[in-house]
């Protein structure tokens, strides 16, 4: 076999080889972003952005869904994944707890629980997606205001 006849039929036979694996890796990836995606869909169906006062005598906080005309006291402030609550509130918090109960995203926290959170002011986290987890899953913030209740609000990331 000469050069010629490697660049004319040779070449071309591991050309086309190399994009069907290529077309392949594509295919698998857009496969788990949709899995991801339904699953994140679904938690978002089940439920909405909530602030509730998290029940003392129960073992498990559950969020009851807040009034229509409520104003949020925290707000989430995402660029990729450098994240950041911010109060919203007149007055200082402490941030108690954050944690993604449904899986699928790990939280890496800058600073140490319990934080305290004076108003217009965020406490920073880094959220990361995790393989074959949800696109979207919700994000569960307990914190404390002035009068020392232990509220609960329910972000989604």
């Known amino acids: 076999m000469d050069w010629s006849m490697f660049?004319?039929?040779?070449?071309?036979?591991?050309?086309?080889?190399?994009?069907?694996?290529?077309?392949?890796?594509?295919?698998?990836i857009a496969f788990?972003?949709?899995?991801?995606?339904?699953?994140?869909?679904?938690?978002v169906a089940q439920s909405s952005?909530?602030?509730?006062?998290?029940?003392?005598?129960?073992?498990?906080?559950?969020p009851r869904l807040g009034t229509s005309d409520q104003t949020q006291p925290l707000e989430l402030v995402a660029h990729g994944s450098q994240t950041a609550i911010r109060n919203l509130t007149e007055h200082?918090?402490?941030?108690?707890?954050?944690?993604?109960?449904?899986?699928?995203?790990?939280?890496?926290?800058?600073?140490?629980?319990p934080g305290v959170v004076q108003p217009g002011?965020?406490?920073g986290l880094i959220v990361h997606d995790l393989l074959g987890g949800p696109a979207?899953?919700?994000?569960?913030v307990e914190w404390r205001g002035v009068g020392g209740q232990l509220r609960?609000?329910?972000?989604f990331v």
């Open 7 to 28: 660049w004319a039929s040779v070449f071309p036979a591991y050309l086309g080889a190399v994009g069907s694996i290529a077309a392949s890796a594509v295919a698998v």
């Open 152 to 155: 609960l609000t329910k972000f």
């Open 136 to 140: 979207i899953a919700a994000m569960l």
């Open 49 to 62: 952005s909530t602030t509730t006062d998290a029940p003392t005598n129960e073992p498990s906080i559950v």
């Open 92 to 113: 200082p918090i402490e941030i108690v707890d954050i944690r993604v109960p449904s899986g699928g995203k790990t939280i890496t926290l800058r600073s140490e629980f």
């Open 121 to 123: 002011e965020g406490f």
């Open 32 to 43: 788990l972003r949709d899995i991801r995606t339904r699953k994140g869909l679904n938690e």
